[in-house]
């Protein structure tokens, strides 16, 4: 498939209004933010990421002299509008939390400075290049809090909606603490550390199980994992045994062995005593097969060292989408929110502030409106100003060690599974008074 | 972000067996298939999409200079192996259910016939490539049979899992029957109508509610659908009555009034009175809002015409993966299958054959080994050799409307939303047989 990666990939109303806004002048500021309106049931935080997808595509956002002609052939758009789309380009601010960062609803993810035809027309694309990220770091770094000192790898590209989505998840979970991917191309693309075992179907070709897993080792000699649940987990935990004298003096180093069915903790433990009874203490157990963040807590005490996430995580099945929007603030100086039922939102440009207790955990947040300086750290920073990043990106290590230090200072009830106690986010008067402002100011609601 | 289409999207295991199966001379002549293991609990069939998508993928599958010097970089692998992916190209034969083909477990969705070492390499991104499409497919269905005679359009891409996540949405949609999507790059790309209506960013914008409806209506007049729920839905739609001779007068053609919040229902009644009395019948009402099949049949009797169907659908949110699996079968020439816990397979090369009743209606499929001739059509068609599709892709229209006379011959309990009857999906004689004589080959199970 060649690939999607274009200005059209956008919902046609976004084009339709930016005819709109052209033909009547509406090119003054617009200030929209990017924000959670709630969190999951099954989350008690929200850790950042995306960003850099989303300001590479800020800063390449063109139409091409094609996608002009079919916009014109379309027959729905008039020349200001062609002309416009033909200059194109993303000139904008951008204020963002750093990727890593753990946030909560209501405060802005990202936030958009720019001409109103401008900060509209990106709005698709940005909620689709955050959100995803967003929802595998917040996951993935349960599996991390859930399983402290564990060997976490992403397992979930076959599975995962697409190429794109099969590649952010590795990077993501690789962000949130996970120490790979099974994704070889997150690799190339990313570094991140790419692991491997080997398929049922390897064994299940070979006309005897022992015989393909001598094969597998003298092949790739270095870190080898034998899957050893295609017939009987024990009995090929033995086969393992009885070969590993031979493959060892053949320079072999078996790693590990991997579990994909059945009771996994049940297993690992007679494997465990199988391989430690055949003089393999060395040789740890590594486990998959419909993981996540519960399963892990589970197996807990089992003697498994590692494991193979995949679907759950890459899928976010627990909850595959984050009640998120990318709303105006603020247009021409004016305060904007909406009051949709269910949907009413804080109006302005907004910074949040943290404060932290004194043994170094988050205690609270403030969200304000920008300027009304609180106690605490701020949260967003500027990263982007006429549409080019102010800096590069930090390299995806810095990122990883962020994240690590966020999970670090979580307050105690944010790090269990079940949900606890809510994250405090006090709304600051100004940012109050700036609502009622907003609502006087609309006269939407007075027809 | 430049596109991941690369063949190093994949999981490493799937170089590392590569490089076993080479060195061992494992060159021989593999069967895997795909297939779903179960059905989700929510869904009565599933519907067959994907199928051009990964035979554009394997026709294409070659991995470039660079990504061999990569891979050498590595580390990992021989210089047979590097010689073999430099080479590369998938030369074997595809048999498949047409896309928009109802199917069920245990029956092949694909089967590809190839040199081991070919058929292996490109299990993830098949799965990848087939799983999702076949997902969103399968569930606008449900759509389109809760609510015959309605405009269905689906409005995904914000909240789907990545770019080109969100253009197979579009298409599995539009195959299912949707009429549209709000995708631009969707009609671009493949013809699919894009609709569109206006974002409550623009109503805010505007000083005035009316204003905005006027603006976008004499810049946009040929379709136009105007956003009412931002402040007070039917306060709005008294505006709407208001302005339409005005609009009208200027050449602007209303459609419709849409909502987006709230009580769809109760809105809608209330707002179909306001229309109706302000002579104005012909508008019609249109919702949208975490809406799904379940919110459809709720809304069956409510006085709404169309509806944006997009996150639900798009990220599958009821289930958002399926369990299924692309396993090897055969391998030069013998029979093969797991027996994980819970993970058995049918071995061998399958056809499935479906029985219709005398209405029309399917009545049952049986599913056994290739060249055992059953009552019933034979599902499966071959449309790859030696690597090339052996004739064009059908258009989409065409697969459109296979699918709605898949549709239209589904068993009625298959046709309502809460689970029925199970589909028959009978094991033949000869299939059984072949997995015993399966079992027997096998020497894994005898250490």
């Known amino acids: 498939m060649s690939c999607p ?6 919902d046609l109303y976004q084009l ?11 090119t003054g500021t617009a200030v929209f933010e990017l924000y959670a309106r709630r969190l999951p049931e099954c989350r008690g935080f929200l850790l950042a990421a995306g960003l850099e997808s989303a300001l590479e595509f800020l800063e390449n956002a063109r139409f091409s002299a094609e996608e002009v002609a079919w916009l014109e052939a379309s027959g729905r758009f008039n020349r200001r509008f062609l002309d416009y789309v ?8 951008v204020r963002a939390l750093p990727e890593g960062t753990a946030f909560f609803p209501d405060e802005p993810l990202l936030q958009v400075v720019a001409p109103l035809p401008e900060a509209q027309l990106v709005e698709t694309r940005l909620i689709n290049l955050l959100q995803y990220p967003t929802m595998v770091a917040s996951k993935a770094a349960r599996s991390v809090l859930a399983a402290p000192g564990k060997l976490l790898v992403e397992f979930g590209l076959r599975r995962a909606h697409g190429a794109d ?5 590795a990077r993501a979970a690789y962000l949130a603490g996970f120490a790979g991917s099974s994704n070889v191309l997150a690799e190339q693309r990313y570094g991140i550390p790419a692991f491997g075992t080997m398929a049922h179907s390897f064994i299940l070709a070979h006309r005897d199980e022992a015989r393909a897993f001598a094969d597998f080792a003298l092949s790739l000699p270095r870190n ?28 072999v180093n078996i790693r590990s062995v991997r579990l994909d069915s059945g009771d996994l903790a049940g297993h690992a433990r007679k494997v465990r005593r199988i391989l430690d009874a055949g003089g393999l203490p060395d040789v740890g157990i590594f486990a998959s097969g419909d993981l996540d963040e519960h ?13 193979g996430i995949g679907t759950r995580l890459a899928t976010c099945a627990d909850q595959p989408y984050l009640n998120c929007a990318y709303k105006l603030q603020e247009y021409a100086g004016r305060p904007k929110r909406k009051r949709s039922e269910g949907k009413a939102t804080w109006p302005g440009r907004k910074q949040a502030y943290r404060r932290f207790a004194a043994d170094g955990r988050m205690a609270g947040d403030t969200l304000t409106v920008e300027g009304d300086r609180q106690q605490g750290e701020p949260l967003l920073q500027r990263v982007m100003a006429d549409g080019r990043r102010l800096a590069p990106s930090p390299p995806l290590e810095e990122i990883r060690a962020h994240a690590a230090s966020q999970l670090a200072v979580l307050p105690e009830p944010l790090r269990r599974l079940e949900k606890g106690l809510e994250y405090p986010v006090t709304i600051a008067p100004a940012l109050r008074r700036l609502a009622e402002e907003a609502d006087a100011l609309s006269t939407g609601s007075k027809p």
Do not use: C, N, W
Not at 165 to 169: N, P
Not at 239 to 249: C, I, M, Q, Y
Not at 295 to 307: K, M, T, V
């Open 165 to 169: 989505a099969g590649l952010a998840a």
């Open 295 to 307: 399963a892990l807590e589970e197996l807990a005490d089992a003697p498994i060292g590692g494991f």
């Open 224 to 251: 080898v994992t034998f899957l050893i649940d295609t017939f009987d987990t024990e009995a090929a935990a033995r086969k393992v045994v009885e070969l590993a004298p031979g493959l060892k003096a053949q320079g």
């Open 16 to 26: 339709t209004m930016l005819q709109a806004y052209l033909d009547h002048g509406m």
């Open 86 to 93: 033909a200059d194109f380009r993303f000139r904008g601010e």
């Open 5 to 10: 990666d274009s200005l059209l990939l956008t």
